[in-house]
């Protein structure tokens, strides 16, 4: 059993910042790799930002410049830290890790989700 659980998010003022963290738990035998996704009212879940065990990176166009992803292996945990925030940055944000635990292939493991509301 893998357990993934975030933390962070909350209500903050456009152009804020926030940081959200998650750590992944259980049965891990290896990571491929962790990122976070957001899905906004009414829109599909979509990319937000993706972190390789190797330390390659990768960003939704939208929050190029503004927001960074960083990992620690030896902790199975992965951050975002969040600048400069949009309204349209309002969404439930959930953390994602491909987890091998041992079996034939590496499964995509879902945290709960956290909001983050930007708004005045």
């Known amino acids: 059993q893998v357990h993934v659980v975030e933390s962070g998010g909350g209500l903050v003022q456009p152009g804020g910042s926030l940081n959200l963290s998650c750590a992944a738990s259980?049965?891990?035998?290896?990571?491929?790799?962790m990122g976070w996704f957001r899905q906004a009212p009414g829109k599909q879940r979509e990319l937000v930002a993706v972190i390789t065990s190797g330390g390659s990176t990768d960003y939704a166009d939208a929050v190029k410049g503004r927001f960074t992803i960083s990992g620690d292996n030896a902790k199975n945990t992965v951050s975002l830290q969040m600048n400069s925030l949009k309204p349209e940055d309002t969404a439930v944000y959930y953390c994602n890790g491909r987890i091998w635990s041992g079996g034939l292939r590496s499964d995509d493991y879902w945290g709960q989700g956290t909001q983050v509301t930007v708004s005045s």
């Open positions: 259980g049965r891990i035998v290896s990571i491929n790799s």
